[in-house]
């Protein structure tokens, strides 16, 4: 493993190096050759080392409801990062559920700042529609509507978004970020698959497109977020 410090040293050389003195840019590079063959550093190394990770923890268990990963899915492409759900225990043996956003430090920040906020409010749209649901339903009736309600709502925000372009590259150079931090402990995710739905409840996908579609992510968090993106 590579020391913060160096990688730091050898990014602040790579950038001395573009200086437009010519005999400082050549120290700065020289330097910066000479760290990278002393620790072994690639430029795949340089690479990922601009890459960071911010976590959102989330009360989902082992297997959270899909609509928790449209969510995700959703912000990722929004900020330009990706994003890997780890199952977690607390001191008391509960499990929870946290994702781990990657990709650049302040995009990925604002990623986890977005899906908390907007998580909040779906749940507490969800749970607002399941209230207007006839009380003599089903538990199991009220959370197959309740899930579809949430997974439209997903594809309501959606409509506000203009997806971020991520290349091949980013998204491999991603990948390896993660296989790093997580070695083979990185899996797919198994996701609670809602039940399929019935005619009676095609209104729950209607009430939460609607209520999605009102749905905002916030501006001004920091310089890279996007502006296409505001929470009224």
Not at 15 to 44: K, P, T
Not at 76 to 92: I, K, L, M, N, W
Not at 158 to 178: C, F, G, I, N
């Amino acid at each position: 493993m590579i020391p913060d410090r160096i990688m730091r040293k050898i990014q602040r050389c790579l950038a001395l190096s573009q200086s437009a003195n010519a005999h400082e840019a050549g120290i700065a590079l020289r330097q910066a050759q000479a760290l990278m063959g002393e620790y072994g550093v690639n430029q795949e190394d340089i690479a990922l080392s601009d890459l960071d990770v911010a976590m959102a923890e989330i009360s989902s268990g082992m297997r959270p409801p899909r609509y928790v990963r449209l969510l995700e899915s959703l912000i990722s492409q929004s900020f330009g990062t990706s994003a890997v759900y780890v199952p977690c225990r607390d001191e008391a043996d509960r499990i929870y559920g946290r994702y781990e956003f990657i990709g650049p430090r302040d995009a990925v920040a604002v990623a986890v700042y977005a899906y908390e906020v907007l998580l909040r409010q779906l749940l507490r749209d969800r749970r607002t529609f399941q209230g207007t649901l006839n009380k003599r339903l089903k538990r199991l009736t009220k959370i197959r509507r309740g899930d579809a309600f949430a997974e439209a709502w997903v594809h309501g925000a959606a409509q506000s978004v203009t997806p971020m372009a991520m290349s091949d590259d980013v998204r491999e150079l991603h990948r390896k970020y993660l296989e790093r931090r997580h070695g083979d402990q990185l899996g797919t995710m198994a996701v609670r698959e809602p039940r399929k739905l019935k005619q009676h409840d095609l209104h729950a996908v209607q009430a939460g497109y609607q209520a999605g579609s009102e749905a905002r992510l916030s501006a001004g968090v920091t310089a890279t977020t996007r502006e296409e993106l505001t929470h009224g």
